[in-house]
């Protein structure tokens, strides 16, 4: 992540500021969607000034006022949840705001960026769990040859392995080498990259894909350690050292790139 974001926490007046929860509040219940009960950390503290974590029925968020969007979603997939999925139709919902969080739905109009789901609506098992993956807390901007390709691909696959496995632990987020492309006049930063942490007990399997956001996006799997030392995140921060640091060999018949 960009280690050079003070200039813009100043800009933004966000220094010590501190988010406010919205409407659903977090509490050891929601610990359900981590692995192991233990949340994702996030380890560059310049992001977090003023960030706001929100639990919903099927996942939970941690959103950032300085970038704008996510900064990880988490989920436990399960292969109920899936089934559920299916036999939903998809609906098109409007996109709501986040107490303490000012970016909108409007944010995005017109901005040449989709407004890119970290945990998919696909996931989710009910309309009303449906609808709860429309907050503007749960997008970054993705470009639409990502967004609508191969991320749209890994989110089926993930669905398919947690169905096959009966459950998954999945953490998704983006990560920012650089703060320098923004939307909405500077107050919704454009990531370098997104990525999906996935945990499947049952297959003794860990990993991440990890795509570059540009317009002929590359996508790659990587461990989960290497994860830490990129995106600055520890998304599964109770996993044993050698599910993180599993090889593609580890891997191969489980996480593959669609």
Known sequence: ????????????????????????????????QYQGGKKPVLSNTELTQGAISVCY?????????ITGGSLWSAEH????KVAGADSITRIDSNFFSEPGLATTHASYTNSGYDRGH???AG???????????FSVGN???????????IWARIENTVRIVASSYDDAYVVTGPDFENMSTTIASGKVVVPTQTWKAVYVPQA????????ENDLAPVCKVISIDELKRTAFVDAFPGLPAALRSQTPADWSEVLVLP
């Open 1 to 32: 992540m960009a280690r050079n974001t003070l200039a813009l926490v100043a800009m933004l007046g966000l220094c010590g500021a501190v988010g406010s929860a919205g409407a659903a509040t977090c509490t050891t219940t929601h610990d359900e």
């Open 57 to 65: 029925k099927e996942y939970n968020l941690y959103a950032s006022k």
């Open 77 to 80: 997939l399960t292969k109920a």
């Open 118 to 120: 970290m945990m998919p």
């Open 123 to 133: 996931d989710a098992s009910t309309t009303t769990a449906q609808k709860e993956t």
């Open 139 to 149: 997008i970054v901007p993705q470009t639409g040859k990502l967004n609508r390709g």
């Open 204 to 211: 003794g399997v860990a990993g991440a894909y990890w795509c």
